[in-house]
């Protein structure tokens, strides 16, 4: 493990455990890297505030303020990468960490050359942002010719950019840049994450559809060979974020909002196109209840030969059954994960959890979801029903297309209440939809 061209970068250790503290201190020092630690959440931004800090590795359980508080903190206003330490791992952790925006997740004790190899990809990572953030014209912060406002989400695969549109596509309007980070891969992982990156581009691209984010360009920057995607800019919170807020919405509004992502996809699997990474981070609904579906990164198109048959492709919790043991997944697949989606809406809980991926991966393959009504005795038996088939584990059983869930849900929303056939109606006439009664 090399570290070149970053010596003394700047790392903030923060842990109440002195001796994990001294032990990661040690290590980092030895192999040139600049190093302050603090045992306390609190002191750790009062740090950032003063110093030019490249990474942070903080343990969760912290007293005062824990490191789940901390990265929350630190998220809300730095790109500043994080690596969190943890003695108590689980799926639920690492979830944790991951939606508040970590880098990494690293468990105790840890072998120390991982460690270390995590954090010379979060300092690579942050450099490719930097590098890519401030691309040919620094002053004016431009990516492929859009003026960046803010950065508005990171993954593994890129970074998703708030930009101006320009003279030549939809001036004065916001728009969102994802750009691709290659900076630190091998050239045969750099190629496979090319093509599943122009794979969203084509994906979305072919479709146009009112719960579908729109692509106004894709290709790669010519002066810095960065390959990137313009789109429509989904206004609104993630419907992650609505979970986890615990957001009032009635069940009929849920219903409303599930309808539409079930439409997004019955116009993708239309197309013979695969998403495969369903889940409440890739579902925007803004204050109107709008649903946008997004992240087409993993999706596999009808004519793609790309394949993953040694790593899991998706998203554990919200992977289907058939997911876990084969890359060969189609259109059932996402309604399975749909419907995973639908049962935490619905019900403020996951129909399957595990301490770790061996466990979920059995409880979403063999296990049975708590019954709607024992969560909630009020439950619509007509949404039970629906829930029900979507998770059956066998495809065949499942539902054959999303259109059919589409058509079952109007029927809940039909022999719902006056006020829900309203709003009904008033959703689908501002998508140009004729009168549905």
Same mark, same amino acid.
């Not at 689980?90 to 960490?97: I, L």
């Not at 320009?166 to 969102?176: D, F, I, M, R, T």
């Given at each position: 493990m090399t570290n070149e061209g970053l010596e003394n970068k700047r790392v903030l250790v923060v842990d109440d455990e002195a001796s994990i503290r001294r032990l990661v201190s040690r290590l980092l020092t030895k192999n040139s890297y600049d190093v302050i630690d603090t045992d306390d959440?609190?002191?750790?931004?009062?740090?950032?505030?003063?110093?030019?800090?490249?990474?942070?590795?903080?343990?969760?359980?912290?007293?005062?303020?824990?490191?789940?508080?901390?990265?929350?903190?630190?998220?809300?206003?730095?790109?500043?990468?994080? +690596?969190?330490? *943890? $003695?108590?791992?689980?799926? @639920?952790?690492?979830?944790? !960490?991951? /939606?508040?925006?970590?880098? &990494?997740?690293?468990?105790?004790p840890f072998v120390i050359n991982d460690l270390l190899e995590k954090i010379e990809n979060a300092l690579l990572s942050a450099t490719v942002v930097d590098r890519t953030a401030c691309m040919s014209h620094a002053d004016n912060r431009q990516?492929?010719?859009?003026?960046?406002?803010?950065?508005?989400?990171?993954?593994?695969?890129?970074?998703?950019?708030?930009?101006?549109?320009?003279?030549?596509?939809?001036?004065?309007?916001?728009?969102?840049?994802? +750009?691709?980070? *290659? $900076?630190?891969?091998?050239? @045969?992982?750099?190629?496979? !994450?090319? /093509?599943?990156?122009?794979? &969203?581009?084509?994906?979305?691209?072919?479709?146009?559809?009112?719960?579908?984010?729109?692509?106004?360009?894709?290709?790669?920057?010519?002066?810095?060979?960065?390959?990137?995607?313009?789109?429509e800019y989904a206004r609104g919170k993630s419907l992650k974020e609505y979970i986890i807020d615990k957001d009032e919405f009635t069940t009929v509004q849920k219903a409303l909002i599930l309808r539409q992502i079930a439409d997004a996809l019955s116009a993708i699997h239309e197309r013979k196109i695969c998403h495969r990474d369903i889940k409440p981070a890739n579902i925007m609904v803004d204050q109107a209840m709008t649903v946008k579906l997004t992240d087409f990164g993993i999706a596999h198109l009808p004519d793609s030969d790309l394949t993953m048959t040694a790593n899991i492709i998706g998203t554990p919790t919200y992977m289907s059954p058939e997911a876990f043991i084969s890359a060969k997944v189609d259109e059932r697949s996402d309604i399975f994960s749909l419907g995973i989606v639908a049962y935490e809406f619905l019900l403020g809980q996951k129909p399957f959890q595990g301490d770790n991926i061996r466990d979920l991966a059995k409880a979403i393959q063999f296990g049975k979801p708590k019954d709607p009504c024992k969560v909630d005795a009020n439950f619509p038996r007509k949404l039970q029903q629906i829930l029900a088939k979507m998770l059956k584990k066998n495809p065949v059983t499942r539902y054959n297309s999303a259109t059919e869930i589409v058509t079952e849900i109007d029927e809940y929303l039909l022999a719902a209440t006056d006020d829900a056939r309203s709003m009904f109606q008033r959703l689908m006439g501002r998508f140009g939809v004729a009168d549905w009664c």
């Open positions: 959440g609190n002191e750790a931004l009062k740090i950032l505030d003063t110093d030019n800090i490249d990474l942070v590795i903080s343990d969760i359980a912290m007293p005062n303020k824990s490191g789940l508080e901390l990265l929350a903190e630190i998220k809300a206003h730095s790109d500043v990468p994080v +690596i969190m330490l *943890t $003695g108590r791992g689980s799926v @639920k952790s690492a979830v944790d !960490c991951m /939606k508040h925006g970590a880098f &990494e997740y690293v468990m105790k990516i492929a010719g859009y003026e960046i406002i803010r950065v508005l989400g990171e993954g593994n695969m890129g970074t998703v950019y708030l930009v101006h549109g320009n003279e030549k596509q939809h001036p004065g309007e916001k728009l969102a840049v994802k +750009i691709l980070k *290659t $900076g630190t891969m091998v050239e @045969k992982d750099r190629d496979l !994450c090319l /093509k599943r990156f122009m794979n &969203e581009a084509k994906a979305v691209s072919a479709v146009m559809h009112p719960n579908i984010v729109s692509i106004v360009e894709y290709g790669v920057c010519e002066s810095e060979k960065i390959p990137f995607i313009s789109m």
